[in-house]
């Protein structure tokens, strides 16, 4: 089975703290992705990877930014949170083609004071 | 960009009745997947569908990629206390290199 690990489940941080979201997947998948979600508005993409050091920028990028040094780890970083980034955030992995089926984590809600 | 219309928005279903979710597309999609996210979990897949015309079952769920390749519906049989929580479709067009998800539909089962 496909296995995607998110390093919090829950998460509270301060406005203007730098935030780091840890992902790791054990199926040498070659593509892993962030998502914010949000009520009422589904799953957005903030950024994606189809290969080591390699990203894209998703519909949402602004304010944050990843890093993909290891094929199985995929890191969301928040350089100074603020409010509006109080969320659920979704790790997914995939492989062979970028638009392949998802396996998604358990999520990390991420609450900015 | 592409967009994926997925209805209802939320339902209210009694335990054992039949449920009928649907998701359309303004453009054709070669995927269509569909996926079960319990409260304060992530997103399960459930069910995959890559033909047009294709049907597809996974025990009480039953989910077809629509002949037209715009549509693609889910239908959840004999409902029960456990399938509470958010469906979501999502699928692929030939334009949009990723993944496009519907805002989901939220699933109340009365027991």
């Known amino acids: 089975d496909v296995k995607v690990t998110q390093s919090s489940r829950y998460l509270v941080k301060r406005t203007g703290e730098k935030v780091f979201l840890e992902c790791v997947q054990d199926m040498d998948h070659e593509n892993m992705f962030w998502y914010r979600q949000d009520p009422g508005l589904g799953l957005r993409l903030i950024y994606f990877?189809?290969?080591?050091?390699?990203?894209e920028k998703g519909d949402i990028p602004e304010g944050y930014s990843v890093s993909r040094e290891k094929k199985e780890r995929f890191s969301l970083i928040l350089e100074s949170a603020s409010t509006n980034q109080t969320s659920m955030y979704l790790c997914a992995s995939s492989s062979g083609q970028i638009t392949d089926t998802q396996y998604f984590g358990p999520g990390t809600r991420l609450t900015v004071l | 960009g592409q967009q994926l219309n997925q209805s209802p928005q939320s339902m209210f279903i009694q335990e054992g009745e039949d449920v009928s979710m649907n998701c359309t597309s303004s453009?054709?999609?070669?995927?269509w997947l569909w996926y079960k996210q319990d409260p304060g979990e992530g997103p399960v897949l459930l069910i995959a569908l890559y033909k047009a015309g294709e049907l597809t079952s996974n025990g009480r769920l039953t989910a077809q990629f629509g002949i037209t390749r715009k549509d693609s519906f889910l239908n959840i049989s004999a409902s029960i206390p456990s399938d509470v929580g958010i469906y979501f479709c999502?699928?692929?067009?030939?334009?949009?290199?990723?993944?496009?998800f519907g805002k989901g539909t939220k699933l109340s089962v009365k027991p």
């Open positions: 990877s189809y290969d080591v050091k390699m990203k």
């Open positions: 999502a699928g692929t067009g030939g334009s949009q290199g990723n993944l496009i």
């Open positions: 453009s054709i999609f070669n995927t």
